[in-house]
């Protein structure tokens, strides 16, 4: 989760008094979602980010040329203030999805203080990361077994390293934001709605579908 920009201080503090006042059920997941690791195959089908389906002669082709068998999911959802930016990874021919982001470790008052200062944090899968209905923006790349080997352990290593949230300078954004970069993805501005990264994100990188690793 992630708060306004710092444009205006202000608002900041009013969005801590507006966040103190609901219910932020969002912020973290329950005991079945954080375990849970199995997404139906109808969520996965709808978040290949393909855009016009190409001429049904050429769109076998097109699909060997751009897609690979391991994949990342750039994905934003709604929640009860600001929304939500993580990741999904995993193997095209798998039913079985990863998820990684960056959110404040328990409930509302964690999210609350975490506007405020550090708070500690969580980085699996939180509430609403696998429920379709939820989604707002979605951008999937995908990558060869070595890409795919190599971005997976960097995912692993940037959860295990990103033991605090903080709404303006360690969220959401910025964390999904790193992933994007170490795959060498063009990144957009981190300050913003998670939905609207996540389509600029995909838009400056002109929707491109494959990506490859330089050489290490």
């Known amino acids: 989760m992630m708060n306004k920009p710092d444009r205006s201080r202000p608002c900041i503090l009013a969005g801590v008094a507006f966040a103190a006042m609901i219910a932020c059920t969002a912020q973290s997941a329950s005991a079945h979602e954080a ?45 009860a203030s600001w929304g939500h930016a993580f990741v999904w990874y995993g193997k095209t021919s798998e039913k079985a999805v990863e998820v990684a982001g960056l959110t404040p470790a328990g409930d509302t008052l964690a999210y609350v203080l975490g506007h405020l200062t550090f ?32 971005v997976f352990a960097y995912i692993k290593k940037l959860q295990a390293n990103s033991p605090v949230w903080n709404a303006e300078t360690m969220n959401c954004t910025g964390f999904i934001g790193d992933i994007a970069e170490f795959m060498g993805l063009e990144v957009p501005n981190r300050w913003q709605r998670p939905e609207n990264f996540v389509n600029r994100l995909k838009a400056i990188n002109g929707g491109r579908q494959m990506v490859r690793l330089s050489a290490e």
């Open 35 to 79: 375990n849970k690791r199995i997404a139906d195959a109808d969520a996965l089908a709808t978040t290949d980010s393909t855009s016009r389906p190409a001429p049904q002669s050429t769109r076998r082709s097109v699909a060997r040329a751009e897609k690979g068998p391991y994949y990342v999911d750039f994905r934003a959802r709604t929640a």
């Open 119 to 150: 708070v500690p944090s969580e980085t699996g899968a939180s509430y609403g990361d696998l429920d379709p209905e939820y989604l707002t923006a979605s951008y999937r790349v995908y990558l060869n077994e070595a890409d795919a080997r190599r």
